[in-house]
């Protein structure tokens, strides 16, 4: 497709911006220097907006420019198809769930505790890295969606840096930091989900996984599914209406 080539290195560039800011600011030498003078809380939700803007414009991107760049396949038409899809991205709101075990001062809503460890319970149970999990889960089930080679260029470059980001900077401060304890943890548990629960390494408690986190995601998961249709995908449809619409105003 004409100018298809265009739209691969745009989504390469906004995937770039993305992993660049993500991973500049957590950075121990510039982070060490601005977290004192911003306070713990502003550095973090300055970081936070910056990550998940970036990530959305990537995303939007993709979304709207998906159909203008070759298929690789077109899966919508089968029954089995829509239940798989909601599957794949319920169970991916599900382990984003784990976000509540971080508590406020995850998104810089609160100081972080004084006496925060490694976290080895809840979700941390089912798999070494709910919130990449939960990264993968979405776009693997949009991937699906889209089919188009912008979307398999998306999920690639992601992955690329969620696994880069494991092995590069998160693994390696974690080390750092907790030692002996960190590979204690890694012979308990696992990177792929629910592997160490089936082998009998560990076992969930009842108070492992709030309940209130299950049943909001379940109830998200339907919300975002029935607005994913109404909303997003009618939008992406008709932005280019409106740029053309706006081109033509006086």
């Not at 993968?136 to 991937?143: A, K």
């Not at 690639?156 to 204690?184: C, W």
Request: net charge positive.
């Amino acid at each position: 497709m004409p100018g298809s080539t265009s739209l691969h290195i745009e989504l390469t560039l906004s995937v770039l911006a993305f992993a660049l800011w993500s991973s500049l600011w957590p950075r121990a030498a510039i982070k060490g220097r601005l977290e004192p003078k911003l306070g713990f809380r502003a550095y973090r939700i300055f970081y936070n907006i910056g990550t998940i803007a970036l990530f959305c414009t990537s995303f939007a991107f993709l979304a709207q420019h998906s159909d203008q760049t070759p298929r690789l396949w077109d899966l919508r038409g089968y029954p089995w198809f829509r239940p798989l899809i909601y599957f794949i991205e319920g169970l991916g709101v599900f382990f984003l769930s784990a976000s509540v075990q971080l508590g406020l001062s995850f998104w810089g809503l609160a100081d972080p505790p004084p006496d925060r460890g490694l976290q080895t319970g809840g979700f941390y149970k089912i798999t070494r890295h709910p919130l990449y999990w939960s990264v993968f889960c979405l776009l693997f089930g949009h991937l699906l969606v889209f089919g188009s080679t912008l979307a398999l260029l998306y999920f690639v470059l992601m992955e690329l840096y969620n696994v880069v980001g494991v092995i590069a900077f998160e693994n390696r401060a974690l080390a750092a930091r907790f030692g002996r304890a960190l590979d204690d943890f890694h012979r308990q548990s696992s990177t792929i989900p629910f592997w160490s629960l089936i082998r009998g390494r560990v076992s969930l408690g009842r108070n492992d996984l709030p309940r209130f986190a299950i049943a909001g995601s379940v109830v998200f998961t339907f919300l975002v599914a029935w607005l994913h249709d109404l909303v997003l995908v009618r939008l992406m449809h008709e932005l280019p209406t409106l740029a053309s619409l706006g081109g033509a105003l006086p």
